[in-house]
């Protein structure tokens, strides 16, 4: 399994298989909101993660995982 980081996975299946704007449109979001995720200034709904896992497989989980990490170092 790749354990890198949803961000970087992201990024990288836009690279390979899409482009950002053709990410976005089939996500339902803004460009700058696909920059956000892949830049990990901000992190998808649940709603979105779905959507993502749909269109990319990336696994939802790895998503909710990241959120958890990224709260207990903001929190520490």
Known sequence: MDNKMPTERLRRWIEDESNVAETARRLDVSRQTIYNWTDGSKVPSIEH????????????????????????????
């Open 49 to 76: 993660t779905l959507a993502i896992e749909r269109l990319t497989g990336i696994p939802s989980a790895l998503w909710v995982a990241y959120a958890i990490i990224r709260a207990s170092e903001v929190g520490a």
